[in-house]
């Protein structure tokens, strides 16, 4: 079983819709998670950080945290064109040396 | 957000030569980096933590004598690829810790070996 999982998509949303990403993880010891954008030939951009069970909303971007099932995942509201990316989840492995192991990334395209 | 820089962008460089990568955290100081590399369609393997004025930790089954990684100050990180062969060719993304334990990344360099 990997340490963290995505689905790779492609996941297609139209322009305006709601788009869901979701992330699954391996460490029941696991604090901390983290949802980056990594356009195309780009390097990932730090989108959200959660911490504690519960929603986490930033302007369009509500991350969701849930240590019981060991998911996370993020929601787009109003998604547009230029969200189109792929999203990374990546969690702490590592307390101490603050490793983080990433997923594989989920391809999000959003269709005008 | 923190802004961290890399150098060059982009290398091209004959195999069996030696390239140099320079990462540098512009507003803050990091005391730990890392270093990633990325093959294409795949995601981000991290190849080691640089540590400021400590050896570098290297992940299992990186060669420590390949990828020389040496973080003089607190601002910069530099990674040596030795010897570059074609199958070094990558992109190369570094990462610094800010003093909320997030990371960011740099804009990546992207290695090719003729």
């Known amino acids: 079983q990997k340490e963290v999982e995505q689905n790779s998509g492609p996941l297609s949303v139209p322009e305006g819709a709601i788009a869901s990403l979701n992330c699954t993880y391996s460490?029941?010891?696991?604090?901390?998670f983290f949802w980056y954008r990594q356009y195309s030939g780009k390097s990932p951009e730090l989108i959200m950080s959660?911490?504690?069970?519960g929603d986490k909303e930033d302007g369009r971007f509500t991350a969701q945290l849930n240590k019981a099932s060991q998911y996370v995942s993020l929601l787009i509201r109003d998604s547009q064109p230029s969200d189109s990316a792929t999203y990374l989840c990546?969690?702490?492995?590592?307390?101490?040396?603050?490793?983080?192991?990433f997923g594989q990334g989920t391809r999000l395209t959003i269709n005008p | 957000g923190a802004v961290v820089s890399q150098h060059p962008s982009r290398v091209i460089c004959k195999s069996g030569t030696s390239v140099k990568i320079e990462c540098r955290s512009l507003d803050f100081q990091a005391t730990t980096m890392f270093w990633y590399r990325q093959f294409p369609k795949q995601s981000l393997m991290l190849m080691a933590t640089?540590?400021?004025?400590?050896?570098?930790?290297?992940e299992q089954g990186v060669e420590k004598d390949k990828f020389l990684i040496n973080h003089a100050s607190l601002t910069l990180s530099t990674l040596t690829v030795t010897s570059a062969h074609p199958e070094d060719s990558s992109f190369y993304i570094c990462s610094a810790l800010d003093y909320h334990y997030e990371q960011y990344f740099g804009p990546g360099t992207r290695l090719t070996v003729t």
């Open positions: 990546a969690v702490l492995r590592d307390q101490g040396a603050q490793k983080l192991v």
């Open positions: 460490d029941r010891g696991s604090q901390s």
């Open positions: 640089s540590n400021e004025g400590s050896k570098a930790t290297y």
């Open positions: 959660i911490y504690s069970n």
